[in-house]
């Protein structure tokens, strides 16, 4: 079983919320990570767009607009990277990651979403 | 403004060898971990080694240990990653990024082994 593992593809309306998920192996709780996301369009390297660990214990990426944020969802063991306002410059490649065990980084498969 | 510019992939033949390089500039480079991820095109992200600011600590995917080796020179402000035995499925564009978060990443250097 992946360590991270991400929906393939989303597709939302342009103006809608758009709700991307991260759902970490059952051994490892939620609880314990920052998610990081980055968003990659084509041709583009990945860009840093925040971390979410808690309401506490939260970054957003320099420059990164207010309508993608972080949250989790414990009960199904998930990190969450909400769109709101769905617009179509949104249409991209996301990935989750985590520093798991502390020494070594692992990216979620990645999820592509379409602004139709 | 922070950038980060890889260079020296290219075609090597399998069991070959290739020195990858990123050069830093508009922040402090001594300061920062450092990272390699590398994406096969069309394909997910993959990260393959991290080296902390004073290269006190580093650590490598289970996919090239033993066989890449990270470094940085802090006084010319560059990432380094000696790639030997490599092997087909080590192709792919390899990035240079900054922090544990990754906040910043180069445009990629393209490794073809084959």
């Known amino acids: 079983q992946a360590v991270l593992t991400q929906p393939s593809s989303l597709s939302a309306s342009p103006g809608a919320s758009a709700s991307l998920t991260c759902t970490l192996r059952s051994d490892i709780s939620v609880d314990s990570y920052r998610i990081y996301w980055y968003q990659q369009k084509p041709g583009s390297p990945p860009q840093y767009l925040l971390r979410y660990k808690s309401d506490s214990d939260k970054q957003q990426g320099s420059g990164v607009p207010s309508r993608f944020s972080g949250s989790k969802d414990a009960s199904a063991n998930a990190g969450i990277l909400v769109i709101s306002g769905l617009q179509s410059e949104d249409e991209a490649d996301y990935y989750c990651m985590i520093w798991h065990d502390s020494a070594t980084m692992v990216f979620g498969g990645g999820t592509k979403v379409t602004v139709l | 403004e922070v950038q980060l510019v890889e260079s020296g992939g290219g075609l090597v033949k399998p069991g070959g060898s290739l020195r990858l390089s990123c050069a830093a500039s508009g922040f402090t480079f001594r300061t920062y971990t450092m990272n390699w991820v590398r994406q096969v095109p069309g394909k997910g992200l993959e990260w393959v080694s991290s080296?902390?600011?004073?290269?006190?600590?580093?650590y490598y995917a289970d996919s090239v240990k033993g066989r890449f080796t990270i470094s940085r020179d802090n006084a010319n402000n560059s990432l380094y990653l000696q790639m030997t035995g490599l092997r087909g499925e080590d192709s792919a564009l390899y990035y240079c990024?900054?922090?544990?978060?990754?906040?910043?990443w180069g445009p990629g250097t393209l490794v073809t082994v084959s």
């Open positions: 990024s900054r922090d544990r978060n990754m906040d910043s």
């Open positions: 080296i902390t600011s004073g290269s006190g600590y580093i």
